[in-house]
């Protein structure tokens, strides 16, 4: 490998690490701040740092090379240039255009991927990246790293089965600087102090249920409902027959704040039924949530809604809907309350991050929009709907992802979760909604 502090310092002269006080990404104060885009600004030191990355991983097959967007592709193509490995280039999200695609390239199922990224802290955006290489059906072994910051990131990838390979450590870097009188050893201590005790991210906040920004009545009713019952249980009865659902409701509905309904596969609907779950509702207090996923235009929707055999506008409290058709579509359902399906949580679905932001965006400006179901985190002014809640994290063989409830309390903010055979498919149904209740009214509590 050519040699190592002579390429550090040319680069450090183009200004790649600075000391000072910087906020990071996560709202950790750091007495440095690393920056190396200013290498594809240099012909000559950009090829030294890519032969010197290819010759961490001289003794593996690989089949291609992907660069962490973006600091990291200049480095990838050169790399590829130099090597003769194909390249393919991953998106930060996807332009909702041409192709769609997250990775752009030709490439095969089953390939070998090698990441490259500039710098890692603590992991957890490669991890994401790694994830989306892999759903492309390639397979990620190694990554290698120009600067490892030595805040955990290693590790976490190691853990995960990776190998991680970086050309620094952060406390090389410092040491290099320091012999070459770059930095005095007062800034040193600063740093090396730091990097032995690094200061946890600040704590994100989340806003209690009667704190957020919700304005139609039916959310507010759904609010209410949660604080007396101290449940944040959506039930989805995917049964089949008018008596397994009377039965169902009846059983768990002191439990949960919502009965998720799928009308259409009711084999022997009637208004008796309709009229049985209404009383239900009114004696256990919980409202009634058909989830129809309306996704047509707007007139269409309508006659769906306030016709047919379901006249689903004389019963439910709230349905869910797709976006697709546009925000005028969502209007022929007031007073009803939507909720928007922005995400889905199966395998392969096809919301990706660009279908997600501008669906969000056109819930938000909605009147008659007052929750979204998705799989992340959303505004204030929003509920969040979390389905694919199980209390063991394993999925079936037909998509279906599950996440337990204390995952997307902490990690997503969620404000209800949504359970279907967890309950319905259990020995005991009465018993199984109070755990879903009780721990998920503990995860909530546990994620403000």
Not at 46 to 75: F, H, W
Not at 293 to 308: P, S
């Amino acid at each position: 490998m050519k040699n190592k502090e002579e390429f550090l310092l040319k680069a450090y002269e183009l200004g790649i690490i600075k000391f000072g006080s910087f906020t990071l990404k996560s709202g950790i104060e750091s007495p440095f701040y690393v920056d190396l885009r200013p290498l594809a600004s240099s012909p000559e030191l950009l090829k030294t740092l890519s032969n010197n990355l290819l010759q961490l991983v001289d003794d593996r097959r690989l089949e291609l090379i992907c660069g962490v967007p973006y600091a990291a592709l200049p480095m990838a193509t050169v790399m590829s240039l130099e090597s003769g490995i194909p390249l393919i280039i991953k998106r930060k999200e996807n332009k909702g255009y041409g192709t769609k695609r997250m990775l752009e390239g030709v490439f095969k199922n089953g390939q070998n991927c090698l990441l490259v990224e500039d710098v890692i802290t603590s992991g957890k955006s490669l991890v994401e990246t790694i994830d989306e290489v892999e759903k492309e059906g390639l397979n990620v072994t190694d990554i290698v790293v120009v600067l490892d910051r030595e805040q955990g990131g290693i590790e976490r990838l190691k853990e995960k089965g990776y190998r991680v390979l970086t050309l620094f450590t952060i406390n090389e870097v410092i040491d290099i600087l320091h012999k070459y009188r770059r930095l005095e050893a007062n800034e040193v201590a600063k740093i090396k102090n730091f990097l032995s005790e690094p200061p946890s991210a600040p704590l994100r906040k989340r806003k209690k249920l009667e704190e957020k920004d919700i304005h139609h009545p039916v959310g507010k009713k759904m609010i209410d409902i949660a604080l007396r019952k101290k449940s944040n249980l959506i039930a989805s009865a995917d049964v089949v027959s008018a008596l397994e659902l009377k039965n169902l409701a009846e059983s768990i509905g002191d439990k949960i704040v919502a009965l998720k309904l799928h009308t259409d596969i009711i084999s022997d609907f009637s208004w008796t039924l309709v009229e049985d779950l209404r009383s239900i509702a009114r004696e256990k207090d919980f409202l009634l949530f058909e989830d129809r996923k309306f996704a047509d235009i707007g007139n269409t929707q309508e006659l769906q809604f306030k016709q047919g055999i379901y006249k689903f506008a004389d019963w439910v409290d709230m349905v869910t809907a797709h976006p697709i058709a546009g925000e005028k579509s969502f209007s022929v359902f007031d007073p009803t309350g939507v909720i928007a399906i922005v995400e889905m949580s199966s395998a392969g679905t096809l919301t990706d991050n660009y279908y997600v932001s501008q669906a969000l965006n056109l819930a938000q400006k909605s009147n008659n929009v007052f929750a979204v179901v998705a799989q992340r985190q959303v505004s204030d002014d929003l509920l969040l709907l979390t389905p694919g809640v199980n209390l063991e994290s394993k999925g079936d063989n037909k998509g279906q992802q599950y996440n337990t409830p204390e995952k997307v309390f902490s990690d997503y903010f969620t404000d209800f979760i949504i359970v279907g055979r967890g309950i319905y498919k259990s020995n005991n149904p009465t018993e199984a909604a109070e755990e879903y209740r009780e721990r998920g009214w503990k995860a909530y509590l546990e994620s403000l």
